[in-house]
C-alpha cells in the first residue's frame, strides 16, 4: 500500500469513510471525484490531494509523517523504502539518564553501518548518519533508542519514525525482535544471543576479551538489517489486511 491509496489524513475522514471509498473504487488519489462523499469532505480530500502531489513529487517525508496519524505511518514505507533508516542501539542498560551507547548500526539503501564507543561513535557521526533519512524505522525506537540517542548525544531527531512492534501488535505479532523474527521465519547467524549478552560482550571487550566486540558488532548489524525485512513483512501483510479486502470487491 502507498500513500497515493490513502485518503485517512483529510480531517474528517475515518476508517470507516477511506473503506467506503476504496469499496466504491476510489483506491487511488488518481480516481477520485468527490461523489462518494459530503461537499464538505470532498472539499476537503481535494485539497489534500492537491497539496500532497507536490509534496510527494519533492519527496517531502516530514510533510506526510505530520498527515498521517502515528498507527497509519507503516503507509509510507512503499514510497521512501530505499531512504529508511533502519537502526538498532546496544547501551549498558535500560536508563537514558545513567548507561551509554555502547554501538549502532544503521542500514539504508542495502549499506550497513556500525559506529563504536571510544572510536566513532560521536554526536557528528550520528547526525551524518541520519542526515539522509527520509523517515526511522526502529522496533521499540520510540521509547528506547530515540530517547537514548537524544539524551546521550543531545540530538534531535524529529523524522518521520516507524516504530515496528505497534504494526506487529496489530498484526498479532507480539514479544520482542527476535521472537517475531523466528515468528516470520527470519534466522540469524547468533540466535543464542540476547540483549542482557550484548551488556556482558561490551563488558568483556572492556576488560579486553578477544572477539568480544566482533560479536557484539555482528549481532547489532544483525539486528538492524533484520529490521528491513520486518519491515517488508508487516507493509505486505497490513497491505493485504487492510487495503486489498476493500480495493478488490
Known sequence: MRIENSFIPVRGVGETTERRLWEAGVTHWDEFDGSVVGETTADRIQS???????????????????????????????????????????????SQHRDTVTTVSFHQDGETTTLVRGDDLTADALRAQFEDAAMLVTFN?????VPFLETSFDLSLDHPHLDLMYPCKQLGLTGGLKVIEQEIGVERDRPDISGEDAVRLWKEHQRGRDGALETLVSYNREDAVNLRTLSDTVADRLHDDVFAPAAER
Not at 513529487?57 to 505530520?66: K, Q, S, T, V
Not at 497509519?72 to 547501551?91: G, K, L, Q, V
Request: hydrophobic share 35%; net charge negative.
Open 48 to 94: 489534500f490531494i492537491d497539496t500532497a502531489r507536490d509534496r510527494l513529487a519533492d519527496g517531502d517525508a516530514r510533510y506526510f509523517g505530520e498527515q498521517f496519524p502515528s498507527g497509519e505511518r507503516w503507509r509510507m514505507y512503499e514510497n521512501f523504502r530505499s531512504e529508511a533508516c533502519f537502526f538498532d542501539i546496544e547501551t549498558t542498560g535500560l
Open 141 to 145: 525506537g520510540k521509547r528506547f533508542d
